[in-house]
T-cell receptor, first 109, second 116 residues
Framework: KNQVEQSPQSLIILEGKNCTLQCNYTVSPFSNLRWYKQDTGRGPVSLTIMTFSENTKSNGRYTATLDADTKQSSLHITASQLSDSASYICVVTINDMRFGAGTRLTVKP | GAVVSQHPSRVICKSGTSVKIECRSLDFQATTMFWYRQFPKKSLMLMATSNEGSKATYEQGVEKDKFLINHASLTLSTLTVTSAHPEDSSFYIC????????????FGSGTRLTVV
């Protein structure tokens, strides 16, 4: 079983709407949890990084939260734009990086 | 911020030939670089960890003779796919560790390899 599970697998929303992506993990404790955005045919780009003790981290319209008790993280995207269409990957780092399978977000006009 | 450059972004080669992919850390020295393979709609799969000046460490199931990794300097690692076959067609991504972290947080832009 994967140690980092993401949901939903895919999501379609209308431009301007908000959405929340989920990441559940089983590994604990960890060094940090990162959210990456990966455009099709490109490498992942870091959006946020949180240490084990942090609860929230924002980067523009992206806000990541972390609940160490429930071992859940979420990535909230506000006022979505067409350019937000991409895969969003949750990565938990222990002594190596554990990747989630990603959520494929499609923003439609 | 840390920048990792990967080249080429796309390559098409004939079966049986070899292809070299370069990964460079542009503004920092990377003691460790990582090579990943990604299948469509799947997450990144670690192939090998490359340390400057020493042999790469390959993940289980990855053929070291097919995927040759060289990390000759602190800013350059190369992945050579030898005697490529159509099943080697994939998206290959590298990442590099910034000093003191040990983790490849910064990724290259990826290379789309198509073997015909």
């Amino acid at each position: 079983k994967n140690q980092v599970e993401q949901s939903p697998q895919s999501l379609i929303i209308l431009e301007g709407k908000n959405c929340t992506l989920q990441c559940n993990y089983t590994v604990s404790p960890f060094s940090n949890l990162r959210w990456y955005k990966q455009d099709t045919g490109r490498g992942p780009v870091s959006l946020t990084i949180m240490t084990f003790s942090e609860n929230t981290k924002s980067n523009g319209r992206y806000t990541a939260t972390l609940d160490a008790d429930t071992k859940q993280s979420s990535l909230h995207i506000t006022a979505s734009q067409l350019s937000d269409s991409a895969s969003y990957i949750c990565v938990v780092t222990i002594n190596d990086m554990r990747f989630g399978a990603g959520t494929r977000l499609t923003v439609k006009p | 911020g840390a920048v990792v450059s990967q080249h080429p972004s796309r390559v098409i080669c004939k079966s049986g030939t070899s292809v070299k992919i370069e990964c460079r850390s542009l503004d920092f020295q990377a003691t460790t670089m990582f090579w990943y393979r990604q299948f469509p709609k799947k997450s990144l799969m670690l192939m090998a960890t490359s340390n400057e000046g020493s042999k790469a460490t390959y993940e289980q199931g990855v053929e070291k003779d097919k995927f040759l990794i060289n990390h000759a300097s602190l800013t350059l690692s190369t992945l050579t796919v030898t005697s490529a076959h159509p099943e080697d067609s994939s998206f290959y991504i590298c990442s590099a560790s910034q000093p003191g972290t040990g983790y490849g947080y910064t990724f290259g832009s990826g290379t789309r390899l198509t073997v015909v």
